[in-house]
């Protein structure tokens, strides 16, 4: 985290606290909305045990963050989401020692299915700044969501998560999405993000966020 945050462990630990209110069936309905609105991503292949597990350990992590719009009712997980992390390598670090050795293999199994996202991050894990920076791990809405309100729009998501990152003295968000993937490179643009690198068809953006 950078030098100049303001924030203390203290009010870190309270914000955990809050999270931990969510019950086991609100983190199982963002582990199905994810895996509904992120089909293709290592963790949705890997299964919902491993989505759980990962949304579980963010939530006891002190630098990640998690946006969570249930659906209605009878649908919960028909909703929202949005995670992001105010230190990229060390909620990396969380996750892989909080997480069960069996869901680790089974995340490590899609990487050599697909390495790709893996070989990029590698790659760009020199131009990606080690502190100072939010970065935005997750992003979905379902279209039932979408008729719900405005606050389930991915615009409010991601200001949320922006907000987060101020509070927290971050100057920098920055974000990676695949080229092929135009609604969300158009999305990020829109929401002033600019590009940075791209490798292997990976769009690497980042925005100077204002306090």
Same mark, same amino acid.
């Given at each position: 985290?950078?030098?100049?945050?303001?924030?203390?462990?203290?009010?870190?630990?309270?914000?955990?606290?809050?999270?931990?209110?969510?019950?086991?069936?609100?983190?199982?309905?963002? !582990?199905?909305?994810?895996?509904?609105?992120?089909?293709?991503?290592?963790?949705?292949? !890997?299964?919902?045990?491993?989505?759980?597990?990962?949304?579980?350990?963010?939530?006891?992590?002190?630098?990640?963050?998690?946006?969570?719009?249930?659906?209605?009712?009878?649908?919960?997980?028909?909703?929202?989401?949005?995670?992001?992390?105010?230190?990229?390598?060390?909620?990396?670090?969380?996750?892989?020692?909080?997480?069960?050795?069996?869901?680790?293999?089974?995340?490590?199994?899609?990487?050599?299915?697909?390495?790709?996202?893996?070989?990029?991050?590698?790659?760009?894990?020199?131009?990606?700044?080690?502190?100072?920076?939010?970065?935005?791990?997750?992003?979905?809405?379902?279209?039932? !969501?979408?008729?719900?309100?405005?606050?389930?729009?991915?615009?409010?998501?991601?200001?949320?998560?922006?907000?987060?990152?101020?509070?927290?003295?971050? !100057?920098?968000?920055?974000?990676?999405?695949?080229?092929?993937?135009?609604?969300?490179?158009?999305?990020?643009?829109?929401?002033?993000?600019?590009?940075?690198?791209?490798?292997?068809?990976?769009?690497?953006?980042?925005?100077?966020?204002?306090?």
């Amino acid at each position: 985290m950078d030098g100049n945050a303001v924030v203390s462990q203290e009010d870190l630990f309270t914000e955990i606290a809050l999270l931990r209110d969510m019950t086991d069936a609100s983190i199982a309905a963002l !582990a199905k909305c994810h895996r509904i609105c992120l089909p293709n991503t290592t963790s949705s292949r !890997a299964g919902i045990k491993a989505l759980y597990s990962l949304y579980r350990t963010m939530i006891s992590d002190p630098f990640s963050h998690i946006v969570w719009r249930p659906g209605r009712k009878e649908a919960l997980y028909l909703g929202a989401f949005a995670s992001g992390t105010m230190n990229l390598r060390a909620t990396e670090r969380e996750i892989k020692k909080r997480i069960d050795a069996l869901i680790i293999l089974k995340l490590a199994f899609q990487n050599v299915l697909n390495p790709r996202h893996l070989l990029v991050r590698k790659l760009w894990d020199s131009v990606i700044p080690r502190e100072g920076v939010g970065y935005i791990l997750t992003i979905g809405v379902t279209r039932e !969501a979408r008729e719900i309100g405005v606050d389930w729009s991915g615009s409010s998501l991601l200001g949320e998560l922006e907000d987060w990152f101020r509070a927290h003295g971050v !100057a920098e968000s920055w974000v990676d999405t695949e080229r092929s993937n135009v609604t969300a490179v158009k999305f990020y643009q829109k929401m002033e993000y600019e590009e940075v690198s791209e490798t292997y068809g990976n769009v690497l953006m980042k925005k100077m966020l204002s306090q």
